[in-house]
């Protein structure tokens, strides 16, 4: 064989190897088992609808939230579960709470800029201050 053609072989394996480490870590890291050899075919025929539903449905759902939530405790992520509640609403109140210390009572959100009556409502019964 021809030097070029054992190096062809060589990048061929070494490309092969990394798509199935791939293929396999993102099994793991969804808690589903290790794929067998026979299941790293690379043809995209070999999938059925059931499998991709099922992965589909496990991509959407969200974590389950405990409620009520500890406002002086919750993470920016658990505040982010409350109706309303985006990345920016709830990193103004882990910040409001670092800058100002524990919230004293629920009622004292409505000093964080961005929320006001109508979001108080909607979260009232799903927020606690200990």
Do not use: C
């Amino acid at each position: 064989m021809k030097r070029s053609s054992l190096v062809l072989m060589f990048i061929t394996a070494v490309f092969t190897s990394f798509l199935v480490g791939i293929l396999v870590g993102r099994n793991i890291d969804r808690g589903q088992p290790a794929m067998s050899g026979a299941d790293l075919s690379l043809s995209t025929s070999a999938s059925s609808p059931d499998t991709t539903a099922s992965w589909s449905e496990e991509s959407t759902q969200e974590p389950q939230q405990s409620f009520p939530i500890n406002i002086n405790t919750a993470t920016a992520e658990e505040l982010m579960a409350l109706p309303g509640i985006g990345e920016v609403l709830a990193g103004r109140i882990v910040s409001y709470r670092i800058a100002h210390g524990e919230f004293s009572s629920v009622d004292e959100l409505l000093q964080v800029d961005g929320i006001g009556e109508k979001t108080m409502e909607k979260i009232l019964g799903l927020i606690t201050v200990g």
